[in-house]
């Protein structure tokens, strides 16, 4: 079976087509409930996308909120060659949104929406048919006063009637349209016929290969990854995917499997992507620690196990020869061979190209205040180890401009109860100190907290991880805290847990403040 003409989006290198990387973690990755950002988090996300050589950075829905109207905006100012894109849905006044926030990227993409499957259009847009046709013929073409560029996408694509997607695609590109992304929305689809769906629709479209199409795959079925890949083999040249697969409900394809599967095996699929591998486990690291999600031990490529062999028989193959059951090298995807650093007696010139190495370029005074923490570490803890360098460093980048901070806290614990927590803290400058008991020492020190900054947020999640080995490792925690639709998740590292949790809550509190302000407008 031969693949239908399609319109290449870079040169061939040694026989393989290249792929675009479309990032939406900032977007679908944030639409998973409890996953939101700030802006600053999301402008050092979207820094490290351009250094990771990403294609297509989705940056937020311009038309949802002011937050995100703002996080475009200021995303599409700081990119260079990047492609920066907000998504809109197909009224005039979404796209103008969006068409304003792009209004400063070099490379201004509007990607606009409609749903065309007979459940969407039935239930959810009541429209019909020749409504849904002609808001794709108004928007796409209302899309390109902004930007050349513009990415149409047909939501819930893989159950909608075949012949009706293509005329909605034909519509599409003939008013403009630039890539046609055909999503699996709900996760439905396997990869034989998701890939099947391309061949056909590239086939039977005129113009197809006039247009760079595009995969769009959520995980319900855990088939994400499977089903993009099975999208590119049949003809799509971009893949949309989220860091750690975050999205809504299960997730979208992961980048990080998405980018990997295509290096490692080039042999059987011919194609290549631009993204800087080594940088992937540090994206990994910084969304989880943006969001509080977790990576699960056992994740494809960035899981704290998916370089661990354990069993007798893999190490003694290991040893022998990497080869035996290693499929790609640690270092290719940013997991340093030996993470062990220094310890108190390595210097500040030592730490700055430590730092530096894991991705962080500090001015001077964070750059103090980085290597004082580290020496007070080093203190308690005797091996200090990368995964100890992110969590202080990215724990202080969290703490900059906080409202309220933690002072002193002093916690009794233990079998004779009450557990009780005395803690100092300072609220805009003005000291404020109480004494509080709980059921446990956290609960005591979060009820501490309650006390000295009254707030009616309701703690929705608590999570304790270590982040290295053995008793003396750091514990970083994270607080999520919800408050009438706001949502806020904080976190800090610590030797000590109890101090960890309640920094990790303040920070919240501090998100959610910041929230609050945008949400009433009185901040942007
Ligand atoms: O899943 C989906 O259909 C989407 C579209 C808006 C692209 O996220
Ligand atoms: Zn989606």
Redesign the pocket.
């Known amino acids: 079976m031969t693949t239908p003409a399609i319109k290449p989006v870079g040169p061939a290198v040694n026989g393989k087509d290249r792929v675009l990387i479309f990032d939406t973690t900032m977007r679908?990755g944030e639409q998973s409930p409890g996953a939101s950002m700030t802006l600053r988090e999301k402008l050092e996300l979207a820094e490290l996308l351009q250094e990771m050589k990403v294609d297509v950075c989705e940056a937020g829905f311009a038309a949802s909120s002011e937050g995100d109207f703002q996080c475009v905006a200021q995303i599409a100012e700081l990119a260079k060659d990047m492609t920066i894109c907000s998504?809109a849905r197909s009224t005039l006044t979404d796209i103008d949104r969006a068409g304003e926030a792009l209004r400063k990227a070099k490379n201004p993409r509007v990607h606009t929406?409609i749903s065309t499957s007979p459940v969407h259009m039935k239930h959810k847009l009541k429209m019909g048919p020749n409504a849904v046709l002609e808001a794709i013929g108004a928007s796409v073409t209302h899309s390109r006063k902004y930007a050349s560029d513009v990415e149409w996408?047909a939501?819930?694509a893989t159950r909608t009637e075949f012949d009706f997607l293509c005329k909605a695609i034909d519509v599409a590109i003939q008013s403009g349209a630039t890539v046609i992304?055909v999503?699996d929305?709900v996760g439905y689809s396997h990869p034989t016929e998701y890939g099947d769906l391309f061949r056909r629709l590239i086939e039977n479209i005129p113009n197809s290969d006039k247009v760079i199409w595009s995969t769009?795959c959520?995980n319900d079925l855990g088939l994400a990854v499977a089903n993009s890949l099975a999208g590119v083999i049949n003809g799509a040249r971009q893949i949309e995917c989220a860091i750690n697969g975050m999205g809504?409900r299960a997730g979208n394809a992961a980048l990080e499997e998405c980018v990997m599967a295509l290096k490692v095996r080039g042999d059987s699929m011919p194609f290549y992507t631009e993204v800087v591998t080594p940088k992937l486990s540090r994206a990994s690291k910084m969304v989880s620690s943006i969001t509080g999600f977790p990576v699960q031990y056992n994740k494809a490529i960035v899981g704290k196990n998916a370089f661990a062999h354990e069993s007798g028989i893999h190490q003694d193959g290991m040893l022998k020869n990497r080869e035996t059951y290693e499929i790609m090298q640690p270092e290719d995807v940013g997991v340093p061979s030996t993470s062990l650093i220094m310890g108190k007696l390595s210097g500040r010139n030592a730490f700055r190209d430590k730092l530096e190495s894991l991705g962080y370029v500090l001015e001077r005074g964070p750059l103090n205040d980085a290597f004082k923490r580290f020496k007070d570490l080093a203190d308690k803890k005797k091996h200090v180890f990368d995964e100890d360098i992110i969590a202080l460093v990215d724990d202080q980048l969290a703490a900059v401009q906080e409202r309220v901070s933690i002072k002193r806290l002093k916690v009794v614990a233990g079998t004779d109860g009450p557990q009780s927590a005395e803690l100092e803290i300072v609220v805009e400058g003005e000291v404020r100190s109480t004494h509080a008991t709980g059921n446990g020492p956290v609960d005591a020190v979060f009820n501490a907290i309650r006390q000295l900054v009254p707030h009616t947020a309701v703690l929705e999640l608590y999570q304790v991880n270590a982040v290295t080995e053995g008793t003396d490792a750091q514990a970083t925690v994270s607080v999520r805290l919800s408050e009438q639709g706001l949502v806020a998740t904080g976190k800090a590292s610590d030797p000590d847990t109890l101090v960890a949790s309640a920094r990790a809550y303040v920070h919240a509190l501090n998100k959610l403040e910041v929230r609050r302000a945008k949400a009433t407008g009185a901040a942007a």
């Open positions: 679908d998504l929406f996408s939501e819930d992304n999503p929305t769009h959520h809504e």
